[in-house]
C-alpha cells in the first residue's frame, strides 16, 4: 500500500491485519502432535482441554510478544534512524533477560510470588541497557547510530558472561526452565498472566501510535524535527521508554526471542508505508502473526519433540540481518 495516510487507509490496514492474525490463531490452535482439531470441542473430552488449556493461551502469549517486539523494533529503528536496530541486536532484551535471570536465580521471586518482581527487574534491565548505549554512542550531544549496534552486540556479550557466571555458583534446582526460557521460548501461562501481559503491550503499542508523528520526524533528522516543533529529547524519552517497557513485558514471560522486531518492521514498512502512524500497529500485529506461527511450527516440525522459538526466529532472522546489513551499507535509513 501507498499513498498518504488517510483515516479509512489506517483503519482498513488494521482490520485486514486483525483478520489475519485472528485466522492465523485460528489456523494454529488446530495444529498439533496430538492430533486435536477444532472439531473435538464440539465433542468435548481431551481434544477440548488441549485447544482451549494448551495451545490457545500459548498461541496469545505467542501473540502479545510479537506484538511487543514487532512495536519496539520500528521504535528503535525510527529513534535511532538505524534500519539494523532491534530490541536483541541492541541488548535491550539482553538487558532485561540479565534482570529477570538475577532476580529469579536469587530465589526472590519465591519469596515474594504475588509481587512482578521479573518484570519490574527486566524493565530495569531493558533501561539501564538504553541509558548506557545511549550514553557510550553520543557524540558532540548527538547519538550516533552505528556505533550503539557494536555496542550492543559487545553489551550482549557481557551480559551472557553474566549469565553463565549465575549459572555455575547457583544451585541447578533454582534454575529449573531457565536455560530454554534464555534461548526464547513460548511457555504455556494461564489467561492470569496473559491478561496483565496484553494490557501492559496494548497501552505500550497505543502510545507509539499516538507519538507516530514524532517518529516520523525523528526518522528524518533531529534537525528537522526540532524545526518542525517535536521535542527531541522528551520525545526520544517516551518513546525509548515505552518500546523499552514492552520489550521487558515480553522477555520477563517468554525470555529474549531474537530478530522479530529487525524483521517485522521492515516486512510491515514494504506492504503499509513509512508512516508510523500506521507502521506501529501494523508492525504490532504482523509481529504477532509472525511469532504464532513461528512458534507453531517449532511445536510441530520436529514433533513430539519441541523447539524453542528462539530457534525458528533466528534461522529465519540471521539470515534476513545479513542481507540487510549488506544493503545498507553506506546508505542512510531513507536511502
Do not use: K
Not at 279 to 289: D, H, M, Q
Amino acid at each position: 500500500m501507498s499513498g498518504p495516510l488517510t483515516p479509512a487507509r489506517l483503519v482498513g490496514s488494521l482490520l485486514l491485519l486483525g483478520a489475519l492474525l485472528v485466522a492465523t490463531l485460528f489456523v494454529c490452535a488446530g495444529i498439533g502432535s496430538s492430533g486435536a482439531g477444532w472439531s473435538d470441542l464440539l465433542q468435548g473430552g481431551d481434544g477440548a482441554v488441549t485447544i482451549l488449556r494448551l495451545r490457545l493461551p500459548r498461541l496469545i502469549l505467542a501473540a502479545i510478544a510479537g506484538a511487543a517486539l514487532g512495536a519496539a523494533g520500528a521504535v528503535f529503528q525510527a529513534v535511532l534512524r538505524n534500519p539494523l536496530a532491534d530490541p536483541y541486536i541492541l541488548g535491550v532484551s539482553g538487558g532485561a533477560a540479565l534482570g529477570a535471570f538475577a532476580v529469579t536465580a536469587a530465589g526472590l521471586t519465591s519469596v515474594a510470588p504475588f509481587w512482578p518482581l521479573r518484570q519490574a527487574a527486566a524493565f530495569l534491565g531493558a533501561i539501564l541497557t538504553v541509558l548506557f548505549i545511549f550514553l557510550l554512542s553520543s557524540v558532540g550531544g548527538r547519538v550516533a547510530s552505528y556505533p550503539m549496534l557494536l555496542i550492543g552486540v559487545v553489551t550482549n556479550t557481557v551480559y551472557l558472561a553474566l549469565i553463565m557466571f549465575i549459572q555455575t555458583i547457583v544451585e541447578l534446582t533454582r534454575l529449573h526452565g531457565l536455560r530454554i526460557w534464555m534461548i526464547g521460548s513460548i511457555p504455556i501461562e494461564g489467561y492470569d498472566v496473559l491478561t496483565p501481559l496484553a494490557v501492559v503491550t496494548a497501552a505500550g503499542v497505543f502510545a507509539i501510535s499516538l507519538l507516530g508523528r514524532d517518529l516520523n520526524l525523528l526518522s528524518a533528522g533531529e534537525d528537522a524535527a526540532r524545526s518542525l516543533g517535536v521535542g527531541v529529547e522528551r520525545s526520544r524519552i517516551l518513546l525509548v521508554g515505552t518500546a523499552s517497557l514492552v520489550t521487558a513485558a515480553a522477555v520477563a514471560v517468554t525470555g529474549p526471542i531474537g530478530f522479530v522486531g529487525l524483521i517485522v518492521p521492515h516486512v510491515a514498512r514494504i506492504f503499509f508505508g513509512p508512516d508510523h502512524r500506521l507502521l506501529g500497529p501494523a508492525a504490532a500485529l504482523c509481529g504477532a502473526i509472525f511469532l504464532a506461527a513461528a512458534d507453531t511450527v517449532a511445536r510441530t516440525a520436529l514433533s513430539p519433540t519441541e523447539l524453542p522459538v528462539g530457534v525458528i526466529t533466528a534461522m529465519a532472522g540471521g539470515p534476513f540481518f545479513l542481507w540487510l546489513y549488506r544493503r545498507q551499507r553506506g546508505r542512510t535509513y531513507f536511502e
